[in-house]
C-alpha cells in the first residue's frame, strides 16, 4: 500500500490536513487486511529546533547534522513500518526533492506506490500562523511568572503546536523546493489548499486513494539493477562466467600428463557439436597459478557482458569456446 509523502511551506497546516486524511483511510480500510501508520517529527519528537540554521556557520550549513540526523530518524521509521499491506502517511516539511526521491525510490523498492500531497497556502498566511504561534508562546512564558489568572476557560481548545523562530520559519521558506508533477517522484500530485473546505477535500482524497490504492493503481516494479540475479545461465552472467572457466581449468589439471603436453576435451552442452580441444605445452605441465592468471585475464577482458546474458554470443557454450580458443592462443604464443 502506498506512501503518502505532504509537502508545503512551515505552519501552511500539513499537521491538520494529515490528520484529516489518516481519519478518512481509517474508516476507508476498516475491516481490511491493511494498517495505517502516521509518522511526523510530533510522533518521533523531533523538535523544530533542529531545522535552525542561525546558530551554524554559513559554511557548515549544508552539512547541518540536527537536520541530517531528524531525517535519517525518519527514515528509518518510514523504512520500518513501509510494506504492501501498511499505508504510510508522512507529515513533514519534507521540502528537498532530493529526499522526496529517496522516499520515492525506497517505496519502489518494496512494490508499493508513493505520491505527494501538496498543502497549499500563501506565505503571508503561513507567516501569520506561525506569528500567532508566537505571541501565545510568549504570553505563556509570561502568565507562568504571574499570579494572575488567565482569562481563557480551562476546557476551551488551544494550539499547542511548537512555532518556529522567526529567522528559522524564513530560512525554511526560503529552502522550500516546491514538488514538480514532471519528475517521478512527485507524480501523482494531490494539492489540498488553506480555503478547501470538507467537501472538497473529500473529493480530493477520494482522487488520491484510486490513484495509488483503487483498482486502476499503477503496477510497481522495482529497478532490475536492485533486483536478486538468479543463479542460472541466463539469470547471472558473471557467474556463468566464472564457472565455465573454472571447469575449464579443473579439465585442465585433470586430464593433463605428468610431463605436460597433449590434448585436453571440453565438452559442449548442446547436443551435436564436437567437443572443443585445447593443445597443451609440449615442453612442460602447465600449473594451478599459470591457469588461473589466464583465467583472471580472460574475466577481465569480458566482464563487458554483464546485461547481456540472454544474447547468444554470451551463452554458456560461447563463454566456453571463446575461453578454450583464449587457452590455445596464449600457449602458442609463449
Known sequence: MPLIILTGLPTSGKSTRAKQLHDYLTARIAGTKYRLHLVS??????????YDLSTVPVHARSANASEKNARAAIYGAVKRVLSDKDIVILDGLNYIKGWRYQL??????????????????SKERAQQVNEERLRRDEAAVQQEGSDVPSDSPSDAPSDTTEAYAPANWENLVFRHEEPNPMT?????????????????????????????????????????????????????????LDRETQDIVKRILDQQGDDGGGE???????GGKKDLVIELPAARKVGLPELQRHRRAFMGLNRGGIGLEKVTNMAADSLRESFVNYLNNTFESE
Open 41 to 50: 517529527d510530533d510522533s518521533l519528537s523531533i523538535s523544530r529546533t533542529v
Open 184 to 240: 517521478r517522484w512527485d507524480s501523482p500530485l494531490f494539492t489540498v489548499i488553506w480555503d478547501d473546505d470538507e467537501e472538497q477535500v473529500k473529493r480530493t482524497f477520494d482522487s488520491l486513494w484510486e490513484a495509488i490504492a483503487g483498482e486502476g493503481r499503477k503496477v510497481i516494479k522495482p529497478n532490475q539493477a536492485t533486483e536478486p540475479r538468479g543463479r542460472d545461465a541466463s539469470g547471472d552472467y558473471l557467474y556463468v
Open 264 to 270: 585436453v576435451k571440453v565438452p559442449l552442452g548442446t
Open 104 to 121: 520515492h525510490c525506497e517505496a519502489k523498492a518494496v512494490r508499493t506506490p508513493s505520491c505527494i500531497l501538496q498543502i497549499g497556502c
